[in-house]
């Protein structure tokens, strides 16, 4: 049993490159998130889905797209990467559907630089 | 709107002193409050919740949090500290309807021996 897996753990980009950060999860949770991870600014959310086939902007969406491609995948896509955009992100999911209460399984996160 | 607010971005500590991280969080309905754990180099790991019933919620690794709705707090305690526990530690709020929980900006604990 894995939970969340995310690839790749590491990456060096220069800027106006694009790449996309994949995420599986074995849990059969219904809800996926990516988050990124900044110095002293917390966990931001960038995109959620609650369901497959549903995904929504969360707090910091600009310069990002997502696509939920089953109920296990939930991938996220730098179409021109921007140096504001280094950051370490994180692929999470949870059980949403017995309610609010269920706390979030995290990936181990992928560490992306962009010259 | 719900919100969370951990004090102190930092907190040290001796090894084998009393652990405390505080966190206050608003909320205008009952909230679902949550404390993990992050390992350099890791994700997020639960550490406990508070969902409803028992105000002291115990956790693994010998942590407990106490809510208390007077003060709107849930801090996260451990009586002795361990090398180990040397990491950055972040409180979190969901409330019904809102599936999206809130995350304070964690507070980074140091373990000195």
């Known amino acids: 049993n894995a939970g969340v897996t995310q690839t790749p753990k590491f990456q060096v980009l220069k800027t106006g490159q694009s790449m996309t950060l994949q995420c599986a999860q074995d849990?059969?949770?219904?809800?996926m998130y990516w988050y990124r991870q900044d110095p002293g600014m917390g966990l931001r959310l960038i995109y959620y889905s609650a369901s497959e086939g549903t995904t929504d902007k969360g707090e910091v969406p600009n310069g990002y797209n997502v696509s939920r491609l089953n109920k296990r995948e939930f991938s996220l896509r730098l179409e021109s990467a921007a140096p504001s955009q280094t950051s370490v992100y994180f692929c999470a999911s949870s059980l949403i559907s017995t309610g609010p209460n269920q706390p979030q399984h995290f990936g181990d996160g992928t560490r992306l630089s962009i010259l | 709107a719900q919100s969370v607010t951990q004090l102190g971005s930092h907190v040290s500590v001796s090894e084998g002193a009393l652990v405390l991280l505080r966190c206050n969080y608003s909320?205008?309905?009952?909230?679902?409050l949550f404390w993990y754990v992050q390992y350099p180099n890791q994700g997020l790991q639960l550490l406990l919740k508070?969902?409803?019933?028992?105000?002291l919620v115990k956790g693994i690794n010998g942590f407990e949090a106490e809510f208390k709705k007077s003060e709107t707090s849930f801090h996260l305690t451990k009586p002795s500290a361990h090398m180990s526990d040397a990491a950055e530690y972040f409180c979190?709020?969901?409330?019904?309807?809102?599936?999206?929980?809130?995350f304070g900006r964690g507070t980074s604990l140091i373990v000195h021996p």
């Open positions: 909320s205008s309905v009952p909230p679902y």
């Open positions: 979190a709020v969901s409330v019904g309807g809102s599936y999206i929980p809130t």
């Open positions: 849990m059969n949770h219904n809800s």
């Open positions: 508070y969902t409803t019933g028992a105000t």
